[in-house]
């Protein structure tokens, strides 16, 4: 479950680019992460949520947590759905922009992930 958690915790991390969870994200994540993961409750989705804002991690602690390409892919693919739940631009959030330029993905292939 600590794949499921750290692919997780990146979702949140780049959905709170703008400083909140809004509820259509959080939606959102829950709805993502349990199509990508059934094996997972959403009661561990609920507290993996509430452990990510006490944690006081720098993204790349997280970015480090994943490894292999179709792994990270699945996570900035979580991760997008989720920030784009409320409508924001996607090309305008500073955090996703931080996690593809760390892991060296292009954008080309996270849109056609």
């Known amino acids: 479950m600590v794949y499921e958690e750290n692919i997780i915790k990146i979702a949140l991390y780049v959905a709170c680019n703008d400083g909140v969870l ?4 959080e939606e959102q994540l829950v709805k993502s992460s ?3 993961f059934p094996s ?3 009661k561990k989705i609920d507290f993996w949520i509430e452990e990510f804002f006490e944690e006081d991690l720098l993204l790349e602690n997280y970015c480090d947590k ?3 390409l179709e792994d990270r892919l699945l996570a900035l693919k979580i991760a997008t759905e989720t920030a784009s739940a409320d409508g924001l631009d996607l090309k305008e959030n500073l955090a996703l922009s931080r996690v593809i330029n760390y892991w060296g993905i292009p954008w080309e292939e996270i849109t056609s992930a």
Request: hydrophobic content about 25%; aromatic content about 0%.
């Open 22 to 25: 809004s509820e259509e994200e």
């Open 34 to 36: 349990l199509k990508n």
């Open 40 to 42: 997972v409750e959403q």
């Open 66 to 68: 994943i490894s292999g």
